[in-house]
């Protein structure tokens, strides 16, 4: 007996031709949203650890910000006190100088000259006084000058002969005025506790041999 298969073939193949087509795009969106939605997902942990790591950042920086804070504090205080410290200083140097500058007027001034008077206003100090020769004012200029942590820039001011005496006692000097400037040494250790504790000098002008 012989069967004959009356049905459209063709037109079966082609619905089932279809239906795997649109089954494998199916399956082909499926597996599409679920990388997008895992992807979505790593992208949402990622922005969270982000966001995590930039309140961190943000805390931490806060917290530099008051140490930095604190820090500028402590410099602006220090400046302060090396401020105030520095005062006391040049007060104590000061209220000094008048003993520093008789001990290095003895010391600076050569035999053969003595001193006639000392005035001093703020920095400069004003000298007169009597050589035997125009040399010893010039070794005193020079002692000034180079020798004297207390002391520089000197200049002459005037300096002329004059007689003293009369007859065969009658002495030819030279009367001078010179004016100096006081600086600020580095005064070594215990030099004012020193300097306090002893009374002011009593300079010996050097006399004329």
């Known amino acids: 007996m012989i069967l004959i298969n009356l049905l459209p073939h063709r037109e079966a193949r082609r619905q089932e031709r279809k239906r795997a087509f649109f089954s494998a795009l199916g399956l082909a969106a499926l597996v599409g949203a679920g990388i997008v939605i895992l992807w979505f997902g790593v992208l949402q942990q990622m922005t969270s650890a982000q966001e995590s790591r930039n309140r961190f950042l943000a805390e931490e920086i806060k917290k530099l910000e008051e140490q930095i804070k604190d820090v500028a504090t402590l410099k602006a205080e220090i400046e302060a006190l090396k401020a105030r410290q520095k ?16 001990d290095e007027l003895v010391k600076q001034t050569p ?19 009597m050589s035997q020769t125009n040399e010893r004012v010039s070794e005193m200029l020079r002692n000034t000058a180079y020798s004297s942590p207390w002391l520089e ?3 002459l001011v005037e300096i002329k002969a004059v007689t003293l005496g009369k007859d065969r006692e009658a002495r030819r000097l030279f009367d001078f005025s010179m004016r100096v400037s006081i600086k600020r040494p580095q005064a070594p250790a215990g030099a004012a506790s020193a300097a306090n504790a002893a009374s002011a000098p009593k300079a010996k002008p050097a006399k004329v041999s």
């Open 87 to 102: 005062a006391v200083e040049d007060l104590q140097t000061d209220r000094n100088v008048p003993v520093y500058l008789l």
């Open 111 to 129: 035999e053969g000259i003595y001193l006639t008077s000392v005035k001093q206003n703020g920095n400069i100090v004003t000298i007169g006084g």
């Open 153 to 155: 820039r000197p200049e």
